[in-house]
């Protein structure tokens, strides 16, 4: 299914990608992406708020009105409070994670940053996720932001999933291989 663009896909890019393309215009890349990580955690620690956003039956005003007031509080940058007025005035606010995440990645893929995903059998140390970190940035030759995960199900090992890119040296994964062959034969 990752193939496949959804309408909420689709919509969440271009807004992102305009929203990039504006910041980078008027080099506020760094002050929008701070607004947006801060709107993102407060997105996703308050729940009232998040369900303000998904649900479609708030006037156009109202909504734009809060997003007002919001924009004073925290503070956010001209531009960036501008494009949530637009989005609301586009009906598209309820994509707002989705458009605020893309933008992330968008961001720290224009800095060479790679976002990966590292699941272990157990917790890691900080210096085992440094470590970790350090080898495979110097592998693909770009540097990686980790999401940990730990996942008891693999025995002893790790996965690491960039982008298509899978590497798991799981005991699972290699039990998986080994019945595998045995059926072939």
Known sequence: MSGIKTFSNETSERYALALFELAS????????????SFLLKFCKSNSDFSSFLKNPTYQLELQSKV?????????????FSNFLQLLISKRRIFFLDKIL??????SSKSKGKVEAVLTSSKDLTQNEKDNISQEISKAIKSNIEFIYKTDKSL????????????????IRNKLKRIKQSIMEY
């Open 25 to 36: 215009e008027k080099s506020e890349l760094e002050a929008i992406e701070k607004n947006i």
């Open 155 to 170: 025995i002893t090992g790790i996965k690491i999933q960039v982008s298509s890119l899978l590497i798991d040296t799981s």
């Open 101 to 106: 995440s893309k933008f992330i990645k968008l």
């Open 67 to 79: 997003f007002a007031e919001l924009s004073k509080l925290m503070k956010l940058n001209k531009n």
